[in-house]
């Protein structure tokens, strides 16, 4: 004998609060009210109540709980990663902040030195450690324009000793990836993306303390320098938002 069915509900109350063969109900705790309403409906027609099983919700990478509702409207894929719409696409082209020449590179690294300096992307870092400067925080993923690459091989040893691998990308930004860069940690380290690191500029930036330097590639131009204010994290969070 089959011990499950799958039943079409085209009501909210029903058929919970007509089937004299179940005992309980699961809910999670935005649908919990539901299941009261049933009970009551149930006491009305004589029914037994049914017992609530409230199980916890489980959130995406933006601390929003996942939902097939969400699925079914493309804001995060099957594993609950927040997917990024194809419309923000050219606004995440845009720099974040001033674009570096190469004469200009040398001035502005020298100019941080006292700061706090993360790098996002092969470029960035090894631009940096050639010049004398290990960033406080490194995010690589040992390819330049989505391809292999060996730019950083004369430091592979040394960044891989000081290393934590996490999965991101393309297209989105994992769970892990964000934890990663949110922990704090006195030591300079070095997170190595399994997939793509482009995106993580942004959690880098959010979560860097204000005054620090956040180093990127930009395409075709050069590098970014982005100086982390209070104003450039909201910009930033804003376009994080619009993941969702």
Same mark, same amino acid.
């Given at each position: 004998?089959?011990? !499950? ?20 109900? *699961?809910?999670?705790?935005? !649908?919990?009210?539901?299941?009261? &309403? ?9 029914? $037994? &109540?049914?017992?609530?099983?409230? *199980? ?7 601390? #929003?709980?996942? =939902? ?12 609950? $990663? ?8 050219? &606004?995440?082209?845009?720099p974040l902040g001033t674009v570096l020449g190469e004469r200009e590179i040398g001035n502005s690294i020298a100019g941080n030195r006292g ?10 870092? #090894?631009?940096?450690?050639? =010049? ?14 989505? +391809?292999?690459? =060996? ?10 000793? +000081?290393?934590? =691998?996490? #999965? ?16 704090? %940690? +006195? &030591? ?18 959010? %979560? ?7 180093y990127y590639g930009q395409p075709g131009e050069g590098l970014v320098e982005v100086v982390v204010t209070q104003e450039k #994290? +909201? ?6 938002? $619009?993941?969702?």
């Open positions: 004998m089959s011990r !499950t069915s799958i039943i079409t509900i085209d009501d909210v109350h029903e058929p919970a609060a007509s089937m004299s063969t179940i005992d309980a109900i *699961v809910v999670s705790e935005e !649908t919990a009210f539901r299941a009261r &309403e049933i009970n009551d409906i149930r006491k009305e027609r004589v029914l $037994r &109540e049914l017992a609530i099983l409230e *199980v916890p919700m489980i959130d995406a990478e933006d601390r #929003k709980p996942i =939902s097939s509702t969400r699925l079914r409207n493309g804001e995060i894929d099957q594993d609950g $990663r927040l997917v990024m719409p194809d419309n923000l696409r050219p &606004e995440l082209a845009k700061n706090i300096i993360i790098t996002v992307g092969d470029v960035a870092t #090894k631009t940096l450690l050639d =010049s004398g400067v290990t960033p406080r925080l490194a995010i690589i993923d040992f390819r330049v324009g989505r +391809k292999s690459s =060996s730019i950083l091989e004369k430091y592979r040893d040394s960044l891989v000793k +000081k290393s934590l =691998s996490v #999965k991101s990308g393309p297209g989105y930004i994992s769970k892990e990836a964000l934890q990663a860069i949110r922990a704090k %940690h +006195k &030591e300079k380290r070095v997170i190595i993306v399994d997939g793509e690191e482009d995106l993580l500029a942004l959690p880098a930036i959010v %979560h860097a303390p204000e005054g620090s330097i956040v #994290k +909201k910009d930033v969070v804003a376009l994080l938002e $619009r993941f969702t």
